[in-house]
């Protein structure tokens, strides 16, 4: 299996309520990765596990509560978001965790496309 | 932080002919460079990298050359076919730091 696989693919929520992304890769890689795409634009990292720990967290507001049960799964839970918080939220990993030697060659998974009404 | 610049936007070429996308980043300390290809509504695809103890990798139609003295990198096509239409991405990052930080993008349209 080299993919990442994200559920849902689309997501419509409304601003009151508590709804999850989840992303699972079964490549034996050591990080995991949330990022978020707005239209025609660059991905931007909001998150990173590596093993299984938090390692980066870009300034995200707290709406947004990252997990990361085990080794192949992340979940990404949503609770209050905003109309600006829809966009493409990519899910990532990387057979090289944070701290080790080796490039971080991401695999992106599919992405869920999230809206906020 | 990391700043990566992209350049051009867009770009147009006739099928056949060669497309160049440059980048430049800021922080002399990254030493990786991947390029993805976004087709719309489609995730991005590593294509290319390359790392800073290279000046140049090739893969088939694809190249990819590193200066590092200047800071810049850049992304050669040649041959362009209709299926490489797509939004490519450059990034920089520091080998095991976990952050990418991406150009804004550019938007190849191959015509036929």
């Known amino acids: 299996d080299t993919e990442v696989t994200q559920t849902p693919k689309h997501l419509v929520m409304g601003m009151t309520n508590k709804k999850s992304l989840k992303c699972e890769q079964h490549?034996?890689?050591?990080?995991m990765y949330w990022y978020k795409q707005k239209a025609k634009k660059p991905p931007e990292l909001m998150f990173v596990y590596s093993y299984e720990k938090l390692s980066i967290n870009e300034s995200v507001p707290s709406r947004f509560s990252p997990e990361c049960p085990n080794s192949s799964l992340l979940n990404l839970h949503l609770h209050a978001l905003q109309p600006e918080d829809s966009a493409l939220y990519l899910c990532a990993s990387s057979q090289s965790g944070t701290g080790s030697s080796g490039a971080n060659v991401l695999t992106f998974g599919a992405g869920s496309r999230l809206t906020v009404l | 932080g990391e700043n990566v610049e992209q350049h051009p936007s867009t770009l147009s070429v006739q099928e056949g002919d060669s497309a160049v996308i440059k980048c430049t980043y800021s922080?002399?300390?990254?030493?990786?460079f991947p390029w993805y290809k976004q087709e719309l509504g489609k995730r991005p695809q590593l294509i290319i990298d390359i790392r800073s103890n290279v000046g140049e990798k090739k893969d088939q139609r694809i190249a990819v050359t590193l200066n590092k003295t200047a800071k810049h990198f850049s992304l050669h096509i040649t041959e362009t076919q209709p299926e490489d239409s797509a939004v490519y991405f450059c990034?920089?990052?520091?080998?095991?730091?976990?952050?990418?930080?991406f150009g804004d993008g550019t938007t190849l349209t191959v015509k036929p």
């Open positions: 490549m034996g890689h050591r990080a």
């Open positions: 990034a920089a990052s520091i080998n095991n730091a976990g952050k990418s930080t």
């Open positions: 922080d002399s300390a990254s030493n990786y």
